[in-house]
Each structure stands twice: as structure tokens, then as C-alpha cells.
């Protein structure tokens, strides 16, 4: 017999071999019917497969995230059966599960494809999953891996199999079809209710722009086919949403093909906006002991190899600067840490100076591939809400917390309030990734698991994910649609103070290191006006709004009126603008509703002879008469709020 621990800690006896769907099934009919997989000893399984010694177990359906990943790579097994079947010869590369779905690399060879071919597909793949295929899982040599790919004339698969080893090699057959893989999958394809392929693209094989460019086709599966109508429908909302669309729109931000792809340009009323976000938390960094720093734009590249970014990320930067002098090279700043470190050398530090916060918004480049720029989250250049404290071991954990507080302080300010903090960890079997020794890793993590712990806050834990220099605790949030983004960041970094020897003379006056905290709320300006404006659609809170108020004269025998109006208004600090154009208001309410202004002030002759406006909220309607002292009382305390 084994023991099986439960998520509960109840344990219960088994005979060895037993499966997750059998466990499943002693526990409740209906379980097992929606069991997808399995988590044994925190590695997914599917739940076909014999449990032989003690194990904690977790059954996973389609309210689990692993269970939704297995049902989405399970569906694209499923689709390379159907291409497969549809067009013979087709070669397949990967097919991984996203957060959103599922995608295949595809190589048609001559063939051409498109979107038009979608629906025959999806047919196709209702017809298979009705068939409920069981999806077998079977080892196999590395030998006859290589035979039965050189075969069938799969080279991406003989690519694959080169990094494998012998003992480590699987296939998975579903129907007709076999692919090379890891699994795990869901029992059979009847699970799989409804299909939906969302988009093709270009994507080279092994992300190598100089190798074949393959056919990536993208597609999102579902239990139930209400699933799939909600869905779609969130889609709809999210393109009314989109920051590229809106940011257009409301004429916040713009691109250049002469200027470059992925460097945004921000347009007056998008200044205003980032200008007035990068006040907030001047603001609330002053209070917090911060003190605001300015760094050059670009770096010797002496800089980058003491901080170890340019052995890491060297590469992927914007190539060096020559200089007219012999061998000297510069490069575009691709972070500002290095440059506060050398801030930080500029005098004598003791112990009593620490913390230290130096705070800056710099403006960084990097050298993103064409094909994942993506409007303003994904860009070359970008402005990060920097900040590096440099303090002693025992203040890390302390200073870290009021990091937290700090975050979100942000995030409760803008609307967010839904959010996981993910602790990002080294990856223990592939210490080579990173720089530092693993006493310092050890401190580092340990320092950034207890705060989050003692701050109450709700963590998932990521191997892998850590920076080359440290760990990190990463805020992903939610919004309005339940879209997932990773915005602020905390990292703990004991490295870089080593490489840059950077010291402080303690209390028993000896010099010794200080340990460097990096924080950014934003992430960076650019992707958190991306994420605000699809969070919010576009309406702004009322404080940051770039104009707070339009005033709509009904013609312009009230122009001067309006002046008037405005002059005070904006002399009590609520800005706004005027429309002069000779349209009737009705054409003026509707322009101010599309661009989102949030308060319309109509004017005609009965407002003037009362000094009043008469006023309309944006997405509610007309609020009816004011003057205009109780109009800026209604702005104020909105603001206020």
C-alpha cells in the first residue's frame, strides 16, 4: 500500500499503481468526471498514470490553472491531428499551452494558409474530439525516436530529439496522430467542447530569424461552449479596450516609422497624464525618505561589465557607440542600477547614512525583436519608475515591507485591486544563470518570503523567474477583464554591491556591504499607461485625467462667457478646455463622449444670465444646473476620493 496526502493533509491508503482518476473516483462520481490531470509531488501527471510510492497529490480540473494549461496543450495535439489529416505532409515544430489558449508552429511547405482556412479546421477538430481518443502515453528509445521521425520527414521533431537523452523521451498518440512529448494530457479529447482558432502569424523556427519561418496558428478550446460565447464576448470588450486603439483615440501617444519601431512618442495630452502619474509617487517617495536622482542615458560599457548586465544581456542590446577615441565604447543604458551604485561610491558611507534611496525616472533601452513589439508594452525605449535603497542586512527586511506599503499605496490609488504578488526564485537546477553565492541567494530569498509573509500578502511561488542578480517579488494584477499583467517589482540583490564593491563603515568601524533593494511600482511608465487605460477604458480617475472639464457653448454669442468660466476654473486648478467649433451640441455632447472627457459644461443664454453651467458627467448624464462654485466643491471632492 501507499499513502496518498490530500491538498486537506488528510492521508489516505492505496495499493501501489494506483492512478489519480481511481483516487478521484473513491472520493466522488463527479470528481472523477472532471478530473484533467494531476499534481503528484508538485509535477503534473496525467491522471492515467500509476502512482507507485508515497506522494501528495492534487487533482486538477478545469477551475485549476495547471488543468486548464493540460486541457489547452492537449487541444494542440488536437489540432495538429486535424491539420494533419486536412493537409498531408504538414511538419509540426511546438505546440505549447498560453495563458490564453494554445498555439502550434506549423510548416504547410508550399502550401498557402490563412484565416479563411479556420472554420474546415475547427470542424475537423469537433469531429475528432467526438470521438473521445484517448490520449496514450508511451517511452521510447531515443533510437526509434529518431527512426519514426526521419520516416514520417519531421526534421523540427529530429531538431527537438538532439537535446534529448535516452530514458527521457516520450510519445503521445491520440487517434491517427503521434507527437513527441512530455505531457501530460487530459484523458480523452471528449473533454473538448467547443473551438475557437483566433489568429495566424509568422514565427521562426527556434525564434532564429535566420532559419525556415513557420506558420504559428493560434486557437482557444473550452469544456463548454457558453465558455467559449463569454469568452469571445470579453474579447469584443477587450478591442474597444485596446491602449493602441484608445491611446489614438484620446491622442495620448504616437509611433513613428522614421523615428523607429517600438520608441513612443508622447503627445501633449499623454505628457500631462505621465507627468501627473510621475507626480503621485514623487510625491509619496519624498514622504518615504527618497531622494530624487538624474543619470546620462547611455553608460561606458566598462559600466554594464562590472554589473555583469553585459556578459547577460550584451547580445540583446542596442549595439555599442564608438567614440572618434581608439577602442572606447558606450552603450545606450539598458538599466539604471549600475549608474546608482556608481552614485552611491560619490562619498564615505556610515552606518548611521543608511538607508540610502536614490529615485529616478530614467529612461532605458533595449533591443526587443520587431516581432514582440507590442504598442506601448512592449517597447525599445521606456521610462521605469527607478529606485535603489542601499541598506544594511538588518534593516533589508524592514525597508522591504514599506517597499510593499508603497506598491500598494499605487495600486489602491489607481483602481487595482485585484493582484497576486509571485515570489521569483533562482531556478536550483540551473545555478549557472545567475551571478552570486548561494549564501547570498539564500539571504536574499529568505528576507523576501518573510516580508510578504508578515504583510499578509497573497503569493505564488515561480522558480526560474528571479533576475541573473537576485530574487524579486512581482505584483501581477488583474483587470477590469481578468487579464493578468506583471506590473511593479521588488528585488533583493546582494550581488552588485560585491561587483561594484560598494561599502559602509559599520558601528565597530569596519567596512562592510551594504545589500541593494530595486523597486519600481509602475514597472515602467509606458506599459502601466497600457494596462491603466485598458483597466479603466480610457475613463481615467478624475485627478488624473490630462482635462477634467469641456465647455460647450450652444453658439458663439457665449464664447466670452465661457473664457470666463474656464479662467476661473483653471485659476482653482481644474483644467479643461473649450470647443469653439460651430457644430450644434448635440455633434459637440457626442465628440466629448468619444473622446472621455469626464464633465461637459453647456452654455447658453439662460447659464449666462445666472452665471451657471449647466452640467453633464461622462457615461451618466445630465447632473443638472450648477454655479460654479458648487461645480469646482463637486470636482474637488470627487478628486478628493
Known sequence: ????????????????????????????????????????????????????????????????????ATFWHSSAHLMAEALEALYPGTKFGIGPAIETGFYYDVDFGDREFSSDDFKAIETKMLELAKQKEVFSRESVSKADAIKYFTEKGDEYKLDLLEGLDDGKITFYTQGAFTDLCRGPHIPNTGFIKAIKLMNVAGAYWRGDETKKQLTRIYGVTFPKASELTEYLLMIEEAKKRDHRKLGKELELFMFSEKVGAGLPMWLP????????????????????????????????????????????????????????????????????CPHHCEMYKFKPRSYKDLPVRFAEFGTVYRYEQSGELHGLTRVRGFTQDDAHLFCRPDQVKEEFKKVIDLVLYVFKSLGFDNYIAQVSLRDPENKAKYIGSDENWKLAETAIIEAAEEMGLPTVVELGEAAFYGPKLDFMVKDALGRKWQLGTIQVDYNLPERFELEYTGSDNQKHRPVMIHRAPFGSLERFVAVLIEHCAGNFPLWLSPEQYIILPISEKYEEYAKKVSDELNNSDIRGLIDFRDEKIGRKIRDAEVKKLPYMLIIGEKEMEEGKVSVRKHGEGDLGEMTLAEFSALIIKEITV
Open 269 to 336: 495630452k499623454g505628457t500631462a497624464l505621465r507627468e501627473r502619474l510621475a507626480q503621485f509617487l514623487t510625491k509619496a517617495q519624498v514622504k518615504s525618505g527618497y531622494e530624487q536622482v538624474i543619470t546620462p542615458h547611455i553608460g561606458h560599457k566598462n559600466l554594464y561589465v562590472t554589473s555583469g548586465h553585459y556578459d547577460k544581456y550584451g547580445k540583446d542590446s542596442f549595439q555599442p557607440i564608438k567614440t572618434p577615441q581608439e577602442g572606447e565604447e558606450f552603450f545606450l543604458k539598458p538599466m539604471n
Open 1 to 68: 500500500m501507499i499513502n496518498i496526502t490530500l491538498p486537506d493533509g488528510s492521508v489516505r491508503q492505496y495499493e501501489k499503481g494506483t492512478t489519480a482518476y481511481q483516487i478521484a473516483l473513491s472520493i466522488s462520481e463527479g470528481l472523477a468526471r472532471n478530473i484533467l490531470a494531476a499534481e503528484v509531488n508538485g509535477e503534473v501527471w496525467d491522471s492515467s498514470r500509476p502512482i507507485e510510492s508515497d506522494s501528495s497529490l492534487k487533482l486538477l480540473t478545469w477551475n485549476d490553472t495547471a488543468g486548464k
